[in-house]
């Protein structure tokens, strides 16, 4: 029997409202013109010569995504980002807008490629392909990217219930000048409760630029956040964290 892709693709999102997408500890879309999302499957023809009609059975789940903008040479930027294309998966998220609790997208995903184009009477063109090791999770921007000293506590956001089930953080650190980092998962049954660590993990500054997921699972409150905190007061880091349920 044949197969074929198919599925659903997420609409790309284009000039409507900002949208930023991530890559481990790079910003790919600091000049995006356009994201693609694609949740879908591989489907499988068992067709054979006594059918009426073409018959279609589900395969595995294969979710993508598709980036697109102009080149920029800051040193966090896709252009730099050599070293993991087809390295081992990365945190990838995308996030449809800049305010916390905003849409998000996340995943787990590899860098195939970053092709780039060059012409003496246009500008600089990138682009990149990203293969999802799994699938893509839903859920919202949790710390909105800053740049901090020490230690920070971002907004609270309420998704909605208490659930059992497994919930990932995801953390793209940038910058971080010295110390270690120490990114935290948790949630309270109210935005100004008492919250529950449900997952960490350190980041050194050698490691930056990086990206890290921290995973739990059990029980989830309504409200979730990202915590950090350095072991050394005066340090400096940049970071951006979404969380969703698998």
């Not at 890559?23 to 009426?52: A, K, Q, R, W």
């Not at 980002?81 to 905003?102: K, M, R």
């Not at 893509?136 to 230690?151: E, Q, R, V």
Request: proline share 4%; charged share 15%.
């Amino acid at each position: 029997c044949g197969s074929h892709r198919g599925g659903i693709a997420v609409p790309s999102f284009r000039f409507v409202t900002p949208t930023q997408i991530f890559i481990g500890g790079y910003n790919p879309g600091t000049h995006t013109t356009t994201v693609h999302i694609h949740m879908g499957v591989e489907s499988l023809d068992p067709t054979v010569v006594t059918d009426s009609a073409e018959r279609v059975l589900p395969g595995i789940r294969s979710d993508s995504a598709e980036w697109a903008g102009l080149f920029h040479a800051g040193t966090k930027s896709l252009y730099y980002a050599e070293a993991i294309v087809g390295t081992n998966s990365h945190p990838l998220s995308v996030f449809i807008g800049t305010a916390t609790g905003d849409r998000g997208y996340l995943a787990l995903a590899f860098l195939l490629g970053k092709p780039e184009s060059f012409n003496i009477k246009e500008l600089i063109r990138e682009e990149a392909e990203f293969r999802i090791d799994g699938t893509w999770m839903t859920g919202s921007l949790l710390y909105p990217s800053k740049i901090a000293t020490g230690n920070d506590t971002g907004a609270a956001v309420n998704f909605g219930t208490i659930t059992t089930g497994t919930y990932q953080g995801y953390a793209h650190v940038f910058e971080l000048n010295t110390g270690t980092l120490n990114a935290i998962f948790e949630s309270a049954t109210t935005a100004t409760g008492v919250y529950t660590l449900h997952a960490s993990a350190n980041i050194t500054a050698a490691q930056a630029p990086t990206g890290t997921v921290v995973t739990s699972t059990g029980t989830i409150n309504a409200f979730h956040r990202f915590r950090f905190t350095n072991t050394i007061a005066t340090a400096t880091w940049n970071v951006i964290a979404g969380a969703g349920r698998t």
